[in-house]
């Protein structure tokens, strides 16, 4: 129940290309949405972005979804990092769910428990332990409740983040998780976390190492794996070396760096390079 063009990418393993949205607004979103016909899917960042998960994911999700079928698949990325065993991370993927999104993601996730409990959360039973009733998600999707409910458990895209010394260790009973549909690597604080410096542009070169290790274990698995980048020319490399997902740009760093060209041209200048940083 994704949109058709991220089911499309995924089935037929060709690279899916994201976008990320730090900003709030509901048209925001939705110009973000429609900026390309070669964009899959955008993430919603309610972790480090300043959108917040009501009523902010709530408009954003039905802004992007007037757009219609060809309309990039939302993903939520909820604020809380660990998610616990004991399912206290599942109201805040309740309520990204309940407003329609298409996939979920959930940051610092660093044991098979954390992960499985993600997944419980995002599935109906018997699958999990999601509670139904929402009066919202079914318009959105275009659907009837019935077919809602029949529907979302395969429909809905579980992602965690890997990007913990914790997660590196336990990276194989992450990916065997039954029910977890793949990871999305976050190159900043795994560099971090292993006591390296943040890409500039590019990982240090035993972070790359853990990131093809990532990709390769995901794989082998069946999980599909994803990647944040910041550019363009980052986000071609990564779908050469195999990536499923690729975010390509943040809504932040894409206004910035436009505004920063076209103004240093105008002055006949060169704009300075993009800084470390989403």
Same mark, same amino acid.
């Given at each position: 129940?994704?949109?058709?063009? %991220? ?5 037929? /393993? ?13 048209l925001h979103a939705r110009t973000v949405a429609a900026s390309s016909p070669h964009?899959?899917? &955008? ?7 300043? &959108? ?5 994911? /709530? ?7 007037? %757009?219609?079928? /060809? ?14 065993? #004991?399912? !206290?991370?599942?109201?805040?993927? +309740? ?14 996730? /660093? ?13 109906? $039973? $018997? ?6 009733? !929402?009066? *919202? ?21 579980? %992602? ?10 336990? %990276?194989?009973? &992450? ?5 977890? #549909?793949?990871?999305l690597i976050g190159p900043y604080d795994l560099s971090l976390s292993h006591g390296? $410096?943040?890409?500039?542009? #590019? ?9 093809? =290790? ?6 082998? +698995?069946? =999980? +599909?794996?994803?990647? *944040?980048?910041?550019?363009? !020319?980052?986000?071609? +490399? ?8 690729i975010n390509v740009i943040s809504d932040a760093s894409a206004l910035t760096q ?13 704009? $300075? ?6």
């Amino acid at each position: 129940m994704a949109s058709a063009s %991220l089911v499309q990418a995924l089935r037929a /393993s060709k690279p899916a290309f994201g976008a990320w949205i730090t900003m709030p607004g509901a048209l925001h979103a939705r110009t973000v949405a429609a900026s390309s016909p070669h964009l899959s899917w &955008i993430t919603l960042d309610c972790e480090h972005g300043m &959108i917040s998960l009501l009523p902010g994911v /709530s408009e954003a999700i039905q802004a992007v979804s007037s %757009l219609g079928s /060809s309309a990039p698949s939302a993903i939520v990325r909820v604020p809380a990092t660990g998610a616990c065993a #004991d399912t !206290s991370t599942s109201w805040q993927i +309740k309520q990204a769910l309940d407003a329609g999104a298409r996939g979920i993601m959930v940051p610092m996730v /660093s044991t098979s428990a954390q992960a499985q409990a993600v997944v419980a959360a995002a599935r109906f $039973p $018997p699958k999990g332990i999601r509670g139904f009733g !929402s009066p *919202f998600t079914d318009s959105v999707w275009g659907i009837t409740p019935s077919e809602y409910l029949a529907t979302a458990n395969d429909g809905i895209l579980v %992602l965690v983040q890997i990007e913990t010394r914790d997660a590196m260790t336990n %990276l194989d009973g &992450i990916l065997s998780v039954d029910g977890l #549909d793949g990871v999305l690597i976050g190159p900043y604080d795994l560099s971090l976390s292993h006591g390296y $410096p943040p890409p500039s542009p #590019d990982p240090h070169p035993e972070v790359e190492l853990m990131i093809q =290790k990532i990709r390769e274990g995901a794989h082998a +698995k069946g =999980k +599909k794996c994803a990647m *944040f980048c910041t550019t363009g !020319s980052q986000a071609a +490399k990564r779908a050469e070396q195999g990536f499923d997902m690729i975010n390509v740009i943040s809504d932040a760093s894409a206004l910035t760096q436009g505004l920063a060209q076209n103004l240093a041209t105008a002055a006949g200048q060169i704009a $300075p390079p993009k800084s470390v940083g989403y």
